[in-house]
């Protein structure tokens, strides 16, 4: 059993910004991939950002140059900072990892989301 438990989402005006932090507990031999998704009103889920066990980073188009993505790989937490925000960023944030709970099972796991909202 692996639990994501996300935090930092909140409501912030445009050109502000926000530092979302999601941490992984529970059986974890060890943790692959870790990223964040989002989800506004009426659309898909997206991707925004991934990071690999590695360090390499993948960003969506409509947030490179301004979102970073960074990981803890010693507290099992995985960031996302948000700079420059714009009122399109507005979504419900949802963190995924890929989680091996033994040296051969490997899970996706997602946390229960965090709603980020961009507004004057």
Not at 16 to 33: K, N, P, T, V
Not at 52 to 72: C, H, L, P
């Amino acid at each position: 059993q692996v639990q994501l438990v996300e935090s930092g989402g909140g409501l912030v005006q445009p050109g502000g910004s926000l530092r979302l932090s999601c941490a992984a507990s529970g059986s974890i031999f060890g943790i692959y991939a870790m990223g964040w998704y989002r989800q506004a009103p009426g659309k898909q889920r997206e991707l925004v950002a991934v990071i690999t066990s590695g360090g390499s980073t993948n960003f969506a188009d409509s947030v490179k140059g301004r979102f970073t993505i960074s990981r803890d790989n010693a507290k099992n937490t995985v960031y996302l900072q948000m700079n420059s925000l714009k009122s399109e960023d507005t979504a419900v944030y949802y963190c995924h990892a890929d989680v091996a709970t033994d040296s051969v099972h490997i899970f996706g796991s997602w946390g229960q989301g965090t709603q980020v909202t961009v507004s004057s």
